[in-house]
């Protein structure tokens, strides 16, 4: 079930995968990182660099006492071979991948980026939050196919 924003578009806003009872993994977590991102955005305002928001957004999470990793390291592998390292921009408490980005709205081509990172860490959540916009915007999405 996806339960979109009220514009129905489900890429502007909030887009949560849902599960039963209307909760998802990690709800506790995810709630408190979209509040931490909302008191950066207002703080700071709009249109920055990503790199200003997500320094801020790692001192917010410190003050809340949520563990992170700033630009964690994973190694890629195609066909059992090493091809390569996905940087994440921040990781929170190890179980919830943060995607911070300054674009006029959040593309498909970044909820993709998400769901493979989300493939290759083998992480179940994962939320983008585009700091552009005058109100800050964000999705949510669960890796539902995790092995």
Partial sequence: MI??????????????????????P??????????AAMTVHRELGLGLDEKIYENAFCI???ELGIPFTQ???YPVHYRSRY??????????????ILELKV???IHQTHVAQL??????????????????????????????YRK
Avoid: P, W
């Avoid at 339960?3 to 578009?9: Q, R, W």
């Fill in 115 to 144: 769901l493979s990172y989300l493939a290759i860490t083998k992480l179940q959540v994962g939320l983008i939050f585009n700091f552009k916009t005058a109100s800050l915007t964000f999705q949510r999405h669960a890796n539902i």
């Fill in 3 to 24: 339960c979109k924003n009220k514009n129905n578009d489900g890429l502007n806003g909030f887009t949560d995968f849902c599960m039963k009872d209307n909760s998802h």
């Fill in 83 to 96: 091809v390569g390292k996905l940087v994440t921009d921040l990781v929170a408490d190890e179980r919830v």
């Fill in 60 to 62: 917010e999470m410190g």
């Fill in 71 to 73: 630009q964690k390291q």
């Fill in 103 to 105: 674009a006029d709205t």
């Fill in 26 to 35: 990690h709800m506790e977590l995810t709630e408190r990182l979209i509040g």
